[in-house]
Structures are given as structure tokens and as C-alpha cells.
């Protein structure tokens, strides 16, 4: 069974704040890939980072930051220095190579940046 | 380039009805995907083509829905006697999948879908 785990439905920041979105995955499979999507308000999935269940080494890319842990089945996301253009539905996703090439979605987490 | 394009952006049908969405993937891309998005959820997965050929079709809910690609690029997802819990978005994706690595899905706009 393969499932994901946005725990947060919603967080609420201030610009200039640092958040973390926290996502916590299942699988029996050993080899597999984790992704983040963001979904802005205007509805579509824009890509963000794709790890595979053989590297752990954490990745930043300039504001964005990952932390992929497998003892403890979680890959997290942070935004350093939120900005209101952060604000958006953040989905973390899963996908097994066994069951294909099928995304096994997170509820997601609803992002707010304000002012 | 282009991105994934999905027509019509709104769909209005009356319970009973049959329709259509159509959706464009990028080029070059070989595998396309669908996926149904309720409202405050995650995308749910459809159906998976490589190529012209469902590789994936395990997440259909019903035989009401199907979908085709018949000549490997532009896929037409199809429900018939639709019904008021088909209302959606549906999302189309896309990615290279070639010599069988996984690569990331580049999603479209979707295609809103109220069925009254």
C-alpha cells in the first residue's frame, strides 16, 4: 500500500517568515521517487523537486529547501524568507515502482502568506 | 515551449449527458496521464498511456469512463450518462518516460467539470 501524509491542511505566515511543510510517506517498495507540486490560485500543478529513494542528500534550490529522511519515512519541505507569492496549495507525492507510473497524492497543505 | 493544454477550460453538462475532454500533451512527451481533483484534495489518479496504449487504467472508477490516444499524442478522456459526483477537475499530465526512467509530470490547467 502506498500513501502520503500532509498532516498540516493549513498554515498561515507573515512575510519574511521561514515555514515547513511536512510530509510523511508509506511503501513497501524500495526503490521509489517523492515530488512537490504547487498549486497557486490559478489551479495548476507547477513541478518543484523530484528526489529518489536512493539519494538523501538534502537539496536547495534558492528559497527552497528539501529534507528527505528515510528512517523516518518524512520529506519536508522549507520556505526560507516566505513572500506572498508563496502562497499557494502545496502537494507532496509519491510514486512506486511497482504500482508504475502512477502519483499517489497528499491532501496537500494550503499555504497563506500574508503582509 | 508549450505546456500541457486541456480543452475547455469549463464544462457544464446535465446529469445523463455524455462529454469529452480533450487534452494536448507537451512535445515529445510519450507517457500522458489523467487525474480527477475534488475539491480540497489531491489529485486522484485515472488512467496512464505510453504511447498510443493504456498501460494503467486501474484508477477509472467505473466502465462510464474512457479513455483514448490513438495516435500517441493528443488523449480524449470520455464519460458517458455522467453524474453529479463526476464533478471535478480533471487534470492532464505528461512526461518523457523514455528507456523506462521515471521523469517528472508537467500538469495542465485541468478541465472544470460541474455536472448539475
Known amino acids: 500500500a502506498q500513501k502520503v501524509t500532509q498532516a498540516q491542511t493549513e498554515i498561515s505566515v507573515v512575510e519574511k517568515e521561514d515555514v515547513t511543510l511536512d510530509c510523511v510517506y508509506e511503501?513497501?517498495?524500495?526503490?521509489?521517487?517523492l515530488f512537490w507540486y504547487k498549486q497557486p490560485p490559478s489551479g495548476e500543478l507547477v513541478f518543484l523537486i523530484r528526489?529518489?529513494?536512493?539519494?538523501?542528500q538534502n537539496e536547495i534550490s534558492g528559497r527552497y529547501s528539501w529534507n528527505f529522511q528515510k528512517s523516518t519515512s518524512s520529506f519536508n519541505f522549507t520556505i526560507t524568507a516566505s513572500q506572498v507569492v508563496d502562497s499557494a496549495v502545496y502537494f507532496c507525492?509519491?510514486?512506486?515502482?511497482?504500482?508504475?507510473?502512477?502519483?499517489?497524492f497528499g491532501e496537500g497543505t494550503q499555504l497563506t502568506v500574508n503582509p | 515551449g508549450a505546456g500541457v493544454s486541456q480543452t475547455p477550460s469549463n464544462k457544464v453538462t446535465e446529469k445523463g449527458k455524455y462529454v469529452e475532454l480533450r487534452c494536448d500533451p507537451i512535445?515529445?512527451?510519450?507517457?500522458l496521464y489523467w487525474y480527477r481533483q475534488s475539491l480540497g484534495q489531491g489529485p486522484e489518479f485515472l488512467i496512464y498511456?505510453?504511447?498510443?496504449?493504456?498501460?494503467?487504467d486501474s484508477g477509472l472508477p467505473n466502465d462510464r469512463f474512457f479513455a483514448v490516444r490513438p495516435e500517441g499524442s493528443v488523449s480524449t478522456l470520455k464519460i458517458q450518462r455522467t453524474e453529479r459526483g463526476d464533478s471535478a477537475v480533471y487534470l492532464c499530465?505528461?512526461?518523457?518516460?523514455?528507456?523506462?526512467?521515471?521523469?517528472?509530470?508537467?500538469f495542465g490547467p485541468g478541465t472544470r467539470l460541474t455536472v448539475l
Open positions: 511503501t513497501r517498495d524500495t526503490t521509489y521517487y
Open positions: 507525492a509519491l510514486l512506486q515502482e511497482t504500482s508504475g507510473s502512477r502519483l499517489t
Open positions: 528526489r529518489n529513494s536512493f539519494d538523501e
Open positions: 498511456f505510453q504511447g498510443t496504449g493504456a498501460a494503467d
Open positions: 512535445s515529445g512527451h510519450t507517457a
Open positions: 499530465a505528461s512526461s518523457l518516460n523514455r528507456l523506462g526512467k521515471v521523469n517528472e509530470q508537467f
